[in-house]
């Protein structure tokens, strides 16, 4: 079945620096979104990336989806300790609305 | 709008019991999905319900069932509890835009 594979799984950066979790699929995937899940709370949907190649930017996060849709990327510029939470990649092949996610990123930002 | 409600909020069994958890999509979402997330860990999914039949389910044994009622609420069955199935257990639901909207999720606990 498909897998979706993401790294890294634990990321500590200094308030400012940059961050970037990687998302990798065994096949090719028709979309993917990326979800926010903060400590203690529930998973909420930041994006979904549709078009191979596709570059999206929310503030000082950027998305990216591979040209070959296997792939994606979220890159945050400047963290700051709001942007503490694990990061999931999800990803859905073909018509199915099945989602399959990665195992996270665990983002901690030192002030 | 009101969100995704999941109840109970907390639920301590003992092994070998039953559990059951229920889920109320927002309103007018056909497809109900439920995941486990075990300490520290990712999203593994379980069970997608969509206009009241079972979609898919993931790997995991038939001691876990669920089902979808006509108002689209989902409730999800685990029997023969065992210590391992102490976890998070997240509900999600969406419409045609596969994003998905998580509720704050059933923590289950298994002594």
């Known amino acids: 079945g498909q897998q979706v594979m993401q790294i890294p799984q634990y990321q500590h950066v200094q308030e400012g620096e940059d961050f970037t979790t990687y998302c990798n699929s065994s096949?090719?995937?028709?979309?993917i979104q990326w979800y926010k899940q903060r400590p203690g709370g529930h998973p909420v949907f930041l994006i979904q990336?549709?078009?191979?190649?596709e570059v999206k930017k929310q503030k000082r996060l950027t998305f990216q989806f591979g040209e070959a849709k296997k792939n994606s990327s979220l890159h945050i510029t400047a963290t700051q300790t709001t942007d503490v939470g694990t990061y999931f990649c999800?990803?859905?092949?073909?018509?199915?609305?099945?989602?399959?996610f990665g195992s996270g990123t665990q983002l901690t930002v030192l002030p | 709008e009101a969100g995704v409600t999941q109840s109970p909020t907390h639920l301590i069994k003992t092994r070998g019991q039953q559990a059951t958890l229920r889920c109320s999509p927002i309103?007018?979402?056909?497809?109900v999905y439920w995941y486990q997330q075990a300490l520290g860990l990712g999203l593994q999914f379980l069970l997608w319900?969509?206009?009241?039949?079972?979609?898919n389910r993931g790997n995991f044994p038939p001691r876990f069932s669920g089902r979808q009622f006509p108002n689209y609420s989902s409730e999800l069955n685990v029997n023969a509890l065992e210590l391992e199935d102490s976890a998070l257990y997240l509900c999600?639901?969406?419409?045609?835009?596969?994003?998905?909207?998580f509720g704050p999720g059933t923590r289950l606990t298994v002594l």
């Open positions: 999600a639901s969406s419409l045609l835009s596969d994003e998905q909207f």
């Open positions: 096949t090719t995937l028709s979309n």
């Open positions: 990336l549709v078009k191979s190649g």
């Open positions: 999800a990803g859905s092949s073909g018509s199915a609305r099945q989602l399959t």
């Open positions: 309103s007018g979402h056909t497809s």
């Open positions: 319900y969509d206009e009241g039949e079972e979609r």
